[in-house]
């Protein structure tokens, strides 16, 4: 099936930073990435989607000029979260499609990132 | 945006079948997924509805009634393995997913 992974697992930070997270399809080619971001027993709220080659598009509430995304092959998204602040500290999920996401299970979730800012 | 209801816990003892419910309110709809998340993890595809009906899969089955907005995710026989939290997510438009808070799910011996 396709696979999709995350770098880093976890990462702990200094308030004030920036952390970037990559997101790679391994077997496919993805077309479209989607950045999700999950808080302690809370639902998967999705931040952006990105389309290869253009601008990501933020979600209402996610500020762009904080969660920088880039989306510049077919199989790497990132997500650098920049100057980071406690409450940053959350569960970042990637998930890519090779489509639009249209169709049954055209979403592949990476195994996520832990950041926790001190 | 979308308005995704699930309860929050439900515990069954091994072996038994439980039925998770989720209703939505969306303002276009393409499709409702059905994934398994354990802590810590990314979630799981376990099912996907887009008509309406009974989608069987092995010991999960999942249900949808487009006219009620509701659809539900069936566990049978279950197992120690499968306690984890089971979150209801609609497609809305044409490719985003929208999720409900999910279920926690325990299965005590």
């Known amino acids: 099936g396709a696979v999709v992974s995350q770098h880093p697992s976890w990462v702990i930070c200094k308030s004030g930073t920036s952390v970037k997270i990559e997101c790679r399809s391994l077997?496919?080619?993805?077309?479209?990435m989607f950045w999700y971001r999950q808080f302690p027993k809370q639902s998967l709220m999705l931040m952006a989607t990105?389309?290869?080659?253009?601008?990501?598009?933020?979600e209402q509430g996610v500020e762009k000029d904080k969660f920088l995304i880039n989306h510049a092959s077919l199989t790497l998204s990132t997500l650098t979260v920049t100057s980071a602040h406690p409450e940053d500290s959350s569960f970042y999920i990637c998930?890519?499609?090779?489509?639009?996401?249209?169709?049954?299970?055209?979403?592949?979730f990476g195994p996520g990132t832990r950041l926790t800012v001190l | 945006g979308q308005n995704i209801d699930q309860p929050t816990e439900m515990t069954a003892t091994e072996g038994a079948i439980v039925q998770i419910n989720c209703t939505y309110q969306?303002?276009?709809?393409?499709?409702l997924f059905w994934y398994q998340q354990h802590a810590g993890e990314a979630p799981t595809f376990l099912s996907y509805?887009?008509?309406?009906g009974l989608e069987e899969k092995g010991r999960f089955s999942s249900f949808l009634s487009r006219s009620k907005g509701y659809s539900y995710l069936l566990l049978k026989e279950l197992q120690m393995k499968d306690s984890a939290s089971y979150l209801c997510?609609?497609?809305?438009?044409?490719?985003?997913?929208?999720f409900g808070a999910g279920t926690t799910v325990t299965v005590r011996a």
């Open positions: 998930s890519a499609s090779h489509n639009r996401g249209l169709g049954s299970n055209e979403q592949f």
């Open positions: 077997d496919f080619q993805a077309t479209t």
């Open positions: 990105s389309n290869e080659g253009s601008k990501a598009t933020y």
């Open positions: 969306t303002s276009g709809f393409n499709g």
């Open positions: 509805n887009v008509l309406d």
């Open positions: 997510a609609v497609r809305d438009g044409d490719y985003k997913l929208s």
